[in-house]
């Protein structure tokens, strides 16, 4: 969907190395998610926002920061990047919190770390 | 944080065939989101529940919420090829912030 797109698609980066991930979207939400994917543990929720500037950690924050200085886009900053990052990150946002709100999600990250 | 749980968490079936899948909580839902995720692609939502009881459908498929909003199914009628994918329920967490996902049935259509 035209709504929301990440970049890049696949990467390969060594271990210790920063990555920086993004998001853009072109609906003008508030609110914007990253995710990871991982066989096993479903997806998993790692920062969020809910408007420029604000941001708070989720299930899974470790070792990763985001920001957020536009409404379209969300930056997901691996500081030094591990095997264990390895898997797939996906964006995801939403118009609002109530419970008639879901996501649209990304078409994802592929990240792989050696 | 609210666990959802999913059955079964593998269905291979013939095209033709009907299926239901289900999505389950020991706690109230607030509301419930069914989701299908195709290889290499993100999920995408299909439909929000909210009420209990409350029964929607879309095309062939036809979701359900439980009377006590603990529980929900996803029925299809008539699988197609296309209906191949990761089926997950997803509802608020405890602080209604953000969404929890449950693992996901996957489902194979046969031609």
């Known amino acids: 969907d035209a709504g929301i797109t990440q970049s890049p698609r696949h990467k390969v980066t060594e271990t210790g190395t920063p990555v920086t991930l993004r998001c853009h979207q072109t609906?003008?939400?508030?609110?914007m998610y990253w995710y990871r994917q991982d066989p096993g543990h479903g997806l998993r929720l790692i920062h969020y926002?809910?408007?420029?500037?604000?941001?708070d950690k989720g299930e899974v924050s470790d070792g990763y920061s985001v920001s957020r200085s536009k409404t379209e886009d969300f930056l997901l900053t691996l500081e030094s990047a591990t095997s264990s990052q390895t898997s797939v990150y996906f964006c995801a946002i939403s118009k609002g919190t109530g419970g008639s709100y879901g996501y649209t999600f990304g078409s994802g990250t592929r990240l792989t770390v050696v | 944080t609210q666990l959802l749980e999913q059955s079964p968490q593998f269905l291979s079936i013939q095209e033709g065939e009907n299926l239901t899948v289900y999505c389950n909580s020991s706690s109230v839902f607030s509301s419930l989101q069914w989701y299908r995720q195709e290889p290499g692609e993100g999920p995408v939502l299909l439909v929000t529940?909210?009420?209990?009881?409350e029964v929607k459908k879309l095309k062939r498929l036809t979701f359900q919420f439980g009377d006590a909003r603990k529980d929900s199914s996803l029925h299809i009628t008539a699988a197609q090829p296309g209906d191949t994918g990761l089926y997950r329920c997803s509802n608020r967490d405890n602080y209604g912030q953000n969404f929890v996902f449950g693992p996901g049935t996957r489902l194979s259509v046969l031609p």
């Open positions: 609906e003008n939400h508030r609110y």
């Open positions: 926002s809910y408007g420029v500037k604000d941001t």
């Open positions: 529940v909210v009420t209990g009881g």
